[in-house]
């Protein structure tokens, strides 16, 4: 029988435009549509609407005031409140999802059933299971699937990776330690206008798959506070950092985890917590560590990886590389004045094109979420999560 990796592995297959329903050529129009246009949604879509190539059609959101937003710089573009209405349009080459994550993917899946090519905002998934269909779908359906972890177009961390990492200047790296304090979006306060459900607002849409509710609007404006819309500062904060860990180190699949934290400060009825910390144990004789806190004491996010020979510290600004000894002066290189987003945008825009596995594929995007699951998963559970990197599957107690 073969395992699950097996099945990712062999459905890894080469993409020929001949294959697709639409072969693009290099001056075709590209037609979006976007599914979630909120905050996040508007400035992804302003990025895909600065390649002229690129034509919105088509909007989908359960909130009107979030349509009539991207309707100011799409105003041709449908609306929609049900996103399978919205993939059914033919016209519809290719969609940006950016729905709160746990809509992710039931939307990527559909979106790639019906032959569209996917940008998704990380993470790719709520729940670890979700990952494996999502891939199969888009190898089966020979689909572009890019997921919305920036850092693999980021130029000075592709940079710092060749210098540093592949040239083996670290030596033996035991420790990658990561961290992301006082990222105050999870501290969100819904505003007066939402203390009373909008009319023009589908509650029963937004929530979905989860649970019945009554109308609550900090769990609709604060979403990522409450676990079961989300995975808190892991998956929102996390799955950035050890997405890099995983280009830099070259492994993927943990084989443990474990995790602490809670809601120590912000008693609002969040579930979330609002400090964790996570450690991960890998197959190449190294752990990744995660810590966060919400409170305003300590700010900042960063990556560092320790070395027998060295350490290497990046961020989204600039990166430090450290020799060891006493005295040593550090190379600090700043990142060049591109953005990543824009930049991993682009990337996705050329591959459509290309028929070529973008940088954030949906392979990567399951792996580096999987990552985080696990963390959340020993966080919730009160345990060590022991894993199987072949068959992916948490092993028994």
């Avoid at 809601?263 to 890998?282: F, H, M, Q, S």
């Avoid at 990552?371 to 028994?396: C, T, W």
Wanted: net charge neutral; charged share 25%.
């Amino acid at each position: 029988m073969n395992t699950r990796r097996e099945l990712l592995r062999g459905a890894t297959v080469a993409l020929t435009a001949a294959s697709y329903s639409r072969v693009m050529g290099a001056n075709d129009r590209m037609n979006l549509g976007v599914i979630g246009p909120g905050e996040r949604g508007r400035f992804d879509m302003g990025n895909f609407q600065k390649n002229p190539s690129v034509d919105v059609v088509a909007l989908c959101d359960v909130y009107s005031e979030h349509l009539d937003l991207a309707h100011q710089t799409a105003p041709k573009a449908k609306d929609f409140k049900d996103h399978r209405k919205l993939l059914d349009m033919k016209e519809v080459d290719m969609c940006l999802i950016a729905t709160p994550d746990h809509w992710h993917a039931t939307i990527a899946m559909d979106a790639l059933n019906a032959g569209k090519d996917v940008y998704v905002e990380k993470p790719l998934t709520l729940k670890p299971e979700e990952g494996p269909p999502i891939v199969k779908a888009a190898r089966v359906n020979n689909r572009i699937c890019q997921v919305g972890m920036q850092q693999r177009s980021g130029i000075h961390y592709l940079k710092a990776k060749t210098d540093y990492i592949d040239t083996g200047a670290l030596g033996k790296i035991t420790l990658a330690r990561t961290w992301w304090h006082g990222n105050t979006y999870h501290l969100r306060k819904a505003p007066v206008s939402l203390q009373t459900q909008p009319s023009n607002l589908d509650w029963s849409h937004f929530l979905g798959p989860v649970k019945w509710r009554d109308w609550d609007p900090q769990q609709y404006y604060n979403w990522r506070a409450y676990l079961d819309f989300g995975g808190g500062q892991v998956t929102d904060l996390f799955t950035h950092w050890i997405d890099v860990v995983h280009m830099f180190m070259g492994h993927d699949t943990p084989v443990a985890a474990v995790a602490s934290g809670g809601v120590y400060n912000y008693k609002d009825g969040r579930t979330a917590p609002d400090t964790i910390n996570v450690l991960l144990e890998y197959p190449g004789d190294y752990t990744a560590t995660f810590e966060a806190t919400l409170v305003p004491g300590v700010t900042g996010a960063a990556i560092e990886f320790c070395g027998t020979k060295g350490r290497l510290l990046i961020d989204r600004q600039h990166y430090e590389w450290w020799p060891v000894g006493k005295g040593v002066t550090p190379t600090i290189v700043k990142a060049e004045a591109h953005d990543m987003t824009l930049d991993h945008v682009n990337n996705f825009l050329e591959c459509v094109k290309s028929r070529k596995l973008p940088n954030g594929d949906v392979l990567i995007g399951h792996r580096s979420a999987q990552a985080s699951h696990l963390g959340n998963i020993s966080y919730m559970q009160k345990r060590r999560i022991d894993f199987d990197p072949v068959r992916e599957e948490i092993l028994p107690f």
